[in-house]
């Protein structure tokens, strides 16, 4: 149920993510918050379809978080606020689950398909309350386009060595990477609506 006395201001937020890309959000969106990266076997959760797959993955993220902090009950709904943010992303090339990749090799692999080309970027955030165990969840999903990447332009990427923490390689808004964007058509599932940013809002108000 949702406090009608809830603030986002007055919430304590914790991200569950190690990513540079997300604490960026959260930081341009003007939120105050601390870091918490999950130590989860990532590898050992596998769905068919990958917007099954970004949801459960940022789902044990959360219950890994909740674990290690020790929260066994939760308080009243009128309590002061602990929000805990997990998010996970993959990318779709061709039929196939793109995660980070393994060496640079396969980075590249990666990147050069893209090439004129186009690739699904499949993302998920799980906002949970730890304060009343409330949990929101939902995910969405872009294609994207590509015009023709310049191998020097891939080799600068590779050598920038940010294709190696990113899901199938690929980060938009990279400089090297953004100019090489010629369209983004966004998919809107019925649970969830907007960019990730967006999600984040639309899910906070109801915790």
Same mark, same amino acid.
């Given at each position: ?78 309590? @002061? %606020? ?5 998010? &996970? =992303? #993959? *990318?779709? +090339? ?79 808004? @990279? %400089? ?5 964007? &010629? =369209? #983004? *058509?966004? +998919? ?20």
């Amino acid at each position: 149920m949702a406090n009608p006395k809830f603030q986002l201001k007055d919430a304590k937020i914790i991200l569950g993510s190690s990513s540079m890309a997300r604490r960026k959000i959260l930081q341009e969106m003007g939120f105050h918050f601390t870091v918490m990266a999950a130590d989860i076997d990532e590898m050992s959760i596998r769905r068919e379809k990958p917007e099954d797959l970004v949801l459960a993955l940022a789902e044990a993220k959360a219950d890994a978080i909740v674990s290690r902090l020790g929260i066994r009950g939760h308080k009243e709904e009128n309590a @002061h %606020p602990t929000l805990l943010l997990t998010a &996970d =992303t #993959v *990318v779709v +090339y061709e039929g196939t689950i793109r995660e980070k990749p393994s060496s640079k090799e396969e980075a590249r692999h990666f990147v050069k398909g893209y090439s004129g080309g186009c690739a699904v970027v499949v993302g998920s955030v799980v906002v949970t309350n730890l304060s009343t165990g409330s949990r929101k969840q939902g995910w969405d999903k872009s294609e994207v386009y590509f015009h023709d990447i310049p191998d020097e332009v891939i080799d600068r990427l590779i050598d920038d060595g940010v294709t190696l923490n990113v899901a199938g390689g690929l980060m938009l808004e @990279h %400089p090297l990477t953004a100019p090489f964007v &010629d =369209t #983004v *058509v966004k +998919y809107l599932p019925i649970k969830l609506h907007q960019h990730e940013h967006h999600r984040i809002y639309n899910f906070l108000p109801r915790l």
